[in-house]
Structures are given as C-alpha cells and as structure tokens.
C-alpha cells in the first residue's frame, strides 16, 4: 500500500529553543487509522500541527500525498483536513454556514448535496440552520469534523477528539471514525488514552519528548502491553524455582523470597489456579499474592530508556 | 491564486456585516447626523464661508474621511483578530492558500463596508446641506483608496494585537487625533503659520484635502501630492502585510 503521509527526519524548534520533534521519521499508509499515543507535552500536537500547516518545520521534510507540505503547500493542504482539539468556532455562526465557508476555503466548488449528505452522516442535519453557540460540545466536535471533511479529504487529523468528552460521546466518536474509515479515508488521531488507541486504530505509535519511540500494530503492541505480573510473597525462601513448575514463566527475586509469574491477560488461560495448585503440590507455601499490570508510563518509562541507552550505544 | 478561497472569506465577513446591518450603520449615520448639529447649525452658524463654500458643506468630505478611516481599521482589525482570539485562525494556517487570499478576502470585506458606510454618510449629509461633487470619479478613487489602505493598516493593527486593548489603541492614540488635526473640520489656513507647517506632517491632511478637493475644487495642497500621499501609504501598508506574509509574523511560528 503506499504511503499517503511520509515523514522524514522532521523537526521543530521554537524560537525559545525548545526542541518539540526531534527527528521523526514516519510512514502513514493509505486508507489506515494511526494512532498517535503520548504523554501531555509529549510533541503529538505540534507533530499534527507540522503537517496541517499550523507552524513549519525547522528541518526534514514532510509529504502528503506526494506533495512537499512546505513547496507544494496547496497541493498537500487540499488532501488534508483538520479538527483541532479545542472546540474552535465562531459562535454566531450557523451549522450551514461554517461548513460552507470551510469548503470554499479549501479551493472546492459549492457542492450542496455533498454537504448535505455529510449532516446527514454526523447526524447534524436537523441542526443544519442552528448558530454554534446553541450546540452542546458532543455537537460542537462533530460539526468540527463536518468542518474538516467538508472538501472532502484524503487524509483526517483528529487532535484529541475525545478530550473532555463524556463515555457515551466517546463511544460515538469511535462509532464515527469506524465510519469514516469505510469511505477510504485515511485517519490520524492523537490520544493519551490507551484503549482509545485500542478501539480504533490499525496501528499505535507512541511519542514521547519529541520522538517516535515506536510504530506498531495494534494487536502486536497491545499483547505486549497485556502482560501482567502476578507478585507470590513466599514463607520460606526458595534457593531456586521449583522443577514441577519450571514450565511457567517465572523468576525468583528478593533473595527467594519472592516468586514473580509473568502472564497474558488476554490468553485463553492465564494458568494462575494451575500454577497455585502446582506450588501448592511442591509444598511451597504462600503468604501474599499481588497482581501488577504495567501502565502505559511504564511503558514510555520502558521505551525511553530503551532508546537512552541505544543512543549511548 | 484560490479565487474560491478569497470568495468564501469574502462573503463570509459580509455575511456578517449584513448580519449586524442596522447596528452597522445607525451608529455611523447617527454620529454624523450628531457632527452636523454640532459644527454645522451650533457653530457653523458662526462661521460664515470657508473659501467660498458654506461650513456645513465644508465639513462634509473631513466627516467621511473621519468615519471611513475609523471604520476600515475597526473592521479589518477585528476580522482578523477574532479568528485569532477564538482559535479558529487554525483553519486559514491550515487551508491550501497563501496569505495574499487571506489579506484580499479581509481587507476587501473591510473596505467593501466602509465604502458602503461612506456613502451612505454622503447620503445622509445631502439631507443637511446642499452638497454637489465636481469630481466623481476622483471623489470615488479617493474613497476607494482611503478604504483600502486603512483596510490594510487594520489589519495590521489585527495581526499584531494581542488583545482587545491593543486593538483600540492604535485607533484611538492615533488615528483619531491625526484626523482631528488633519483639517476635518477646518482648513489649514485657519491655523497659526508655526502649526501649518507641523500639519504638514499629518498624513491625514493630504487625504481630507485630496477628497475635498473632488467636492469643492479647492483644496490645501495639491491635489497630486495628495494622491502620492494615499499612494505612498498604501506601499508602505502593502510592504508591512508583505512582510508579515514572508516571515508569518504573530501568525505562524
């Protein structure tokens, strides 16, 4: 599949000297849903931003489409669309009237019947001749979209869309871009939500401090985020795992105290009663039991110093 | 060139002016309807002739210069600036158009409705005192241009704003007394000789005098010089947004 976004050795430096991107490199193929996931400050939005326009890039180039967003900034700003993560509009306006505006601002011909279809589609259509002001946010964040799509784009950047967004407005965000996803168009969303990212995206890469610690699909990062640690505190310390249990994957810390299985969440068994019986069988004798799951900042955490030391390397 | 682009901007503002259209023009007839009662019955009633032309007439070309000048930057300034201020200036930065869209969709949306205002003010000074241009095509030129050009300053004054204080200050520090002082409602030869010559400096004194000069035939300094006058300030103001344009100045970082 080819790329539709090719990001090559980006960076942004701000006047202060604050360095946002340092050196991203990133290939969004057509058609997928991407997830930008990362801490607040992490450089999601000015990554967004570099592409969209909203500020240049201070180095490395960035094509959309084919086109240079910096020489051949009409041809790649015509494929994208833009919903910012602020809900951004002008209050007095109408539904009607802001996506009109927003489609001629992208060059496209009035085309009345496509805009009415795209109402129609983010169920706006009823609110067509209300003014923004009177919208509640949920509303506000779709005609946002209705906005971004209004030229009918190649490639959507969603920019936190469900930030302070209640739970039943994000299912219905996700409802959307699935939605979307089916016309062919190609989404980038950023989030801090890991099971946002889960919910809709193809594959997740994961920013922090300016870079691209990794891309990956979902499913293969998730499993590796579904492992969970089960903590066995044991009575008497063992010198060395038991042999009737060697089978599992566990480690002795704390001088034997402490007994350490590693497992999957999402596999069929997680084989915790097996191996309780198992040490039970062995005559190991368990004074506590804790279950840890590493969080989403253990894994920045975990990444970032991965990265450290190949940069030390 | 995005045609489309500068259309949408465009209608998108007047849509807005006509939106606010009695508030949009009332306030404007009113004053002047104000300005006539003061200058031209209270005191003009005192002051024969200037140069042969009533007072009340006198003061026509001054009134909508005043009005003109004011409205143009009001409304160019703030067209920009609120986009900025609510956040929705996202959408410009990110539309597949350059700055030169931006400033005609802006600045033609302002100059459009304070051409309007302006006329509309001639109109309703017609009511007031027996008025007659000698130049129309000069009067209209000299009114096209002054929109124009302060159109740009505003929306100059617009992109370097960064809140609403900024946004009244210029017009208010500066505008406003350069139009007091710059012959609106007086002819620089009523003045002290010392004070003719400080005058001479006022930019706005070219301007009052250049449109007067379509009204009337006469006029405080050549009118050529006047036309280079409103000729030199809109280069100035067009290299200032081409500035702006090439650097992204308060706009792009």
Request: with cysteine; aromatic share 10%; charged share 20%.
């Amino acid at each position: 599949m080819p790329a539709m976004v090719e990001i090559t050795n980006a960076e942004k430096t701000y006047k202060g000297g604050f360095q946002a991107l340092k050196g991203v490199n990133l290939e969004i193929r057509e058609g997928e849903i991407l997830a930008l996931l990362g801490p607040n400050g992490a450089g999601k939005t000015t990554l967004i931003s570099t592409i969209c326009g909203i500020t240049m890039p201070t180095g490395g180039t960035i094509r959309v489409g084919g086109h240079d967003v910096v020489t051949e900034f009409r041809k790649a700003r015509a494929l994208i669309g833009l919903v910012p993560q602020e809900l951004t509009l002008e209050p007095f306006e109408t539904v009607w009237s802001a996506v009109r505006f927003s489609r001629g601002l992208f060059g496209a011909a009035p085309d009345e019947a496509y805009l009415d279809d795209l109402l129609k589609r983010l169920s706006l259509f009823d609110k067509k001749h209300s003014q923004l002001q009177e919208l509640s946010g949920g509303m506000k964040r779709r005609v946002l979209i209705a906005k971004a799509l209004s030229h009918d784009p190649k490639v959507l950047f969603l920019d936190e869309p469900t930030a302070g967004v209640d739970v039943e407005l994000r299912r219905d965000m996700w409802e959307i871009v699935s939605a979307l996803k089916e016309t062919g168009v190609t989404i980038i969303l950023t989030t801090h939500y890991i099971e946002e990212a889960e919910a809709m995206a193809d594959r997740i890469g994961v920013i922090s401090d300016g870079q691209l610690l990794l891309v990956e699909e979902t499913a293969s990062l998730m499993a590796r985020l579904g492992k969970k640690e089960m903590r066995i505190s044991l009575a008497e310390p063992l010198t060395e795992v038991p042999a009737s249990v060697s089978d599992y994957e566990l480690t002795l810390e704390e001088d034997g105290a402490l007994l350490i299985y590693t497992y999957d969440t999402r596999a069929e068994r997680t084989g915790i009663a097996r191996l309780v019986a198992a040490l039970a069988e062995a005559g190991v004798v368990i004074s506590d039991v804790e279950t840890r799951q590493s969080s989403l900042e253990d894994i920045f955490v975990g990444l970032v110093r991965k990265n450290d030391k190949e940069d030390a390397a | 060139m995005n045609w489309t682009a500068v259309w949408s901007i465009y209608r998108f503002e007047m849509a807005r002016f006509v939106r606010t259209l009695l508030q949009s023009l009332i306030s404007p007839v009113i004053s002047t309807s104000l300005y006539f009662v003061v200058f031209g019955a209270a005191i003009g009633s005192r002051i024969d002739e200037v140069e042969g032309v009533s007072y009340g007439a006198f003061i026509v070309p001054g009134l909508i210069m005043l009005t003109v000048m004011t409205q143009a930057i009001s409304n160019a300034s703030f067209g920009i600036y609120f986009p900025k201020f609510i956040g929705t200036i996202y959408e410009l930065l990110s539309a597949p158009i350059s700055f030169l869209e931006v400033i005609l969709g802006y600045v033609g949306a302002a100059a459009t409705k304070s051409l309007f205002i302006g006329l509309m003010i001639l109109l309703t000074a017609s009511f007031f005192v027996e008025l007659e241009v000698q130049n129309w095509p000069a009067m209209l030129a000299f009114l096209v241009l002054t929109c124009t050009s302060f159109a740009l300053f505003g929306f100059i004054i617009g992109i370097w704003a960064s809140n609403f204080e900024q946004l009244q200050l210029v017009p208010l520090l500066v505008v406003t007394p350069l139009v007091f002082l710059g012959g609106s409602f007086y002819s620089i030869s009523m003045l002290p000789e010392a004070w003719q010559t400080v005058a001479l400096f006022n930019p706005v004194v070219y301007l009052v005098s250049g449109f007067r000069w379509s009204f009337f035939g006469m006029a405080d300094v050549p009118v050529a010089v006047s036309l280079l006058a409103i000729a030199g300030f809109t280069l100035l103001c067009t290299l200032a947004v081409w500035w702006i344009f090439r650097t992204g100045w308060r706009i792009r970082s």
